[in-house]
């Protein structure tokens, strides 16, 4: 199993609130990508404090238990992050109404876990098609359900920014939680809304299905969302998955 990741600023963003990271993890790999709000300067903490104690916290959870119970560590990790975000906002004069998005994931022997704040999303590619993975919590997403515009209509609404949960923005947060099987040859994707604003689905697959290797792919996504539509930070970390191995 190999993954690699890459963030970008793009060309029209000062500084750059995304932040992400991964590692081998008790036989699997672990993955997180955070996209800050609430400002330069809080946006990027945000992001920054979420990753780093999000991988701290799954990290032990998942090394404790020898990778038992992974969805557990996951929440519980988001749960820490959440709280390490919205106490820093608290005591920190300047950082008021801070916080993150947060996707993350596990993959272990034939089995994939994700959680999700927010509007950074997971995918799974294969030969069959590209699945995303998470639901955005999102006012353009809300829309989407009660059927006033179509998903093709949301990635340019004005409003598509706007998101209903966040990590730190209060003292408590729900994540949501997905667990699905490895197949042979699957590629996954975790990535920020810069990139998924700029690129088509149908993009996306196509370049994770014609490079070989995670680092190609996660580059050439990267680049082409930047020499694309980008408006935003461009964060992607990519996945590739062979069943039964890490």
């Not at 990027?44 to 992974?70: C, N, T």
């Not at 519980?76 to 906002?89: G, P, S």
């Not at 209509?153 to 997905?178: K, L, M, W, Y």
Request: glycine content about 10%; overall charge negative; charged content about 25%.
């Amino acid at each position: 199993m190999n993954y690699f990741g890459v963030s970008d600023k793009g060309p029209y963003r000062a500084e750059n609130q995304d932040c992400f990271d991964g590692a081998v993890v008790a036989g699997g790999v672990l993955a997180v990508v955070c996209d800050g709000m609430g400002g330069a300067v809080g946006g990027q903490m945000a992001s920054e404090l979420a990753v780093s104690r999000f991988m701290a916290f799954a990290r032990a959870a998942l090394e404790a238990s020898d990778g038992e119970d992974p969805a557990d560590a996951l929440r519980q990790a988001a749960d820490a992050a959440n709280r390490k975000v919205f106490r820093y906002a608290e005591q920190t004069a300047g950082y008021t109404g801070m916080g993150t998005t947060l996707v993350a994931g596990y993959w272990r022997d034939d089995t994939a876990m994700f959680v999700n704040v927010g509007d950074s999303r997971a995918y799974r590619m294969a030969k069959d098609g590209i699945l995303q993975i998470t639901k955005d919590h999102s006012l353009v997403q809300q829309m989407i359900d009660r059927g006033e515009i179509t998903p093709s209509q949301g990635r340019h609404h004005p409003r598509r920014n706007i998101i209903t949960r966040a990590v730190g923005s209060e003292q408590f947060v729900t994540c949501d939680e997905f667990t699905l099987p490895i197949r042979e040859g699957d590629r996954f994707l975790l990535c920020s809304d810069g990139l998924t604003n700029a690129l088509e689905e149908a993009e996306v697959h196509r370049v994770l299905l014609a490079e070989d290797d995670p680092e190609s792919a996660c580059r050439k996504l990267v680049s082409e969302a930047v020499d694309g539509e980008a408006r935003d930070n461009v964060t992607a970390v990519v996945i590739y998955a062979r069943k039964g191995s890490a």
